[in-house]
């Protein structure tokens, strides 16, 4: 043995037991965490209903129409949506809840329309933008 293996083996013990169960314990808790971040992410990946809009037309300075499209993956079950629009100055101008009944398709489109107090610029969904109603 030379005086550098000497030296490395005085500065870097065996492992003893301990070491073993708390590697093997930090390698279980790593695991675990990676599985109930692919479990919620999965779970949140899928919702029940999920909404957007696709576009909006401007009427006039106090109606919007927008259309929304729903997917649920029950379409058998009623959704509420809530949409608002907004003017040049970032006020809301109009809100809305709306229901989408049941149906046959997993896809459903809505045209929606809002009064409003001034122009709308732009028509978005609240978040979240469709709840299942019981």
Not at 18 to 32: E, K, Q, R, W
Not at 33 to 51: E, M, Y
Not at 115 to 131: G, I, L, Q
Request: charged letters at 25%; glycine letters at 6%; a negative charge.
């Amino acid at each position: 043995m030379t005086d550098d293996d000497a030296r490395i083996k005085a500065r870097y013990p065996k492992r003893s037991p301990i070491d073993y169960v708390l590697g093997i314990g930090a390698s279980v808790a790593v695991v675990g965490a990676v599985a109930l971040v692919l479990v919620d992410g999965l779970d949140r990946a899928n919702p029940p209903v999920a909404a957007m809009v696709r576009g909006f037309t401007v009427m006039s300075p106090s109606e919007a129409v927008a259309e929304v499209v729903v997917q649920r993956s029950d379409p058998s079950v009623q959704v509420e949506c809530s949409l608002f629009a907004q003017a040049q100055s970032y006020e809301r101008v109009a809100e809305r809840t709306f229901t989408v009944g049941p149906g046959t398709e997993k896809l459903t489109t809505v045209e929606v329309g809002l009064k409003t107090t001034k122009e709308a610029t732009t028509v978005t969904m609240e978040d979240p933008a469709c709840t299942l109603v019981d």
